[in-house]
């Protein structure tokens, strides 16, 4: 088991695209990461099950269905930007540190 603690912190763009490709290929190896962080928009790209903590367990399961803007509300308290794009089916959350994108799925 790996444990990361807000391993974004304080690293350039670069940087941060390595430690992404680094987990995916630990993630891909079988490895168990576990990765505390608040940068919101990375951790759909390497987590295949999410747990959401504030003092407690707030949600848990499969990141698709756990990691949604209902749950990071509850989670931030409701202290979140909030982007809706005209035109579109697309929301930009975010925490200042790099944004969480959803997009509307067909019959949703």
Do not use: Q
């Not at 990141?63 to 089916?89: D, I, K, P, Y």
């Amino acid at each position: 088991m790996i444990l990361l603690d807000e391993p974004f912190t304080g690293v350039d763009v670069k940087t941060e695209a390595k430690i992404i490709d680094l987990l995916r290929e630990l993630r891909d190896e079988g490895k168990t990461l576990l990765v505390s962080t608040h940068n919101l928009g990375s951790v759909t790209e390497f987590c295949d099950y999410t747990v959401m903590v504030k003092g407690t367990v707030l949600a848990s399961g499969p990141t698709e269905t756990t990691f949604t803007a209902e749950n990071l509300e509850r989670a931030f308290s409701g202290v979140l930007r909030h982007v809706v794009l005209s035109c579109s089916e697309e929301r930009i959350i975010t925490d200042d540190e790099r944004p969480f994108v959803t997009h509307r799925r067909e019959g949703a």
